[in-house]
């Protein structure tokens, strides 16, 4: 069974910082690139940031560039998302999901995603 489970979210001050965690099931892991997505109450679901198997390339939405790193263990199948200076704006449930493919490029769209957690809910406050 695949599963991908998200944790860390909560309630911030504008200003602050939060951690979150994706924990994977074993296989699924190691071999893909990874993305965290974020949706806001009417929005769509876009990508925050992305990261290759190896941890060697990643890419960041414009919105979250200098304040959000995205990061992996592939030891622990664990992937991170750390976020400072978080905005009111950031506010979203945040989601982690692998890519479909074994590849080194970085991809953008949901659509390209196969496996996704149940999402954590990461609100700002002014």
């Known amino acids: 069974q695949v599963q991908l489970v998200e944790s860390g979210g909560g309630l911030v001050q504008a200003g602050g910082s939060l951690r979150l965690s994706c924990a994977a099931s074993g296989r699924i892991f190691s071999s893909y690139p990874m993305g965290w997505f974020r949706q806001a109450p009417g929005k769509e679901r876009d990508i925050v940031a992305a990261?290759?198997?190896?941890?060697?390339?990643?890419y960041y939405a414009d919105s979250v560039k200098g304040r959000f790193t995205i990061s992996r263990d592939n030891a622990k199948n664990t992937l991170y998302l750390q976020m400072n200076s978080l905005k009111p704006e950031d506010t979203a449930v945040y989601y982690c999901?692998?890519?479909?493919?074994?590849?080194?490029?970085?991809?953008?769209?949901?659509?390209?995603?196969?496996?996704w957690g149940q999402g954590t809910q990461v609100t700002v406050s002014s």
């Open positions: 990261i290759t198997w190896s941890g060697e390339s990643t």
């Open positions: 999901a692998r890519d479909r493919r074994r590849h080194s490029i970085l991809v953008v769209s949901a659509a390209e995603y196969d496996y």
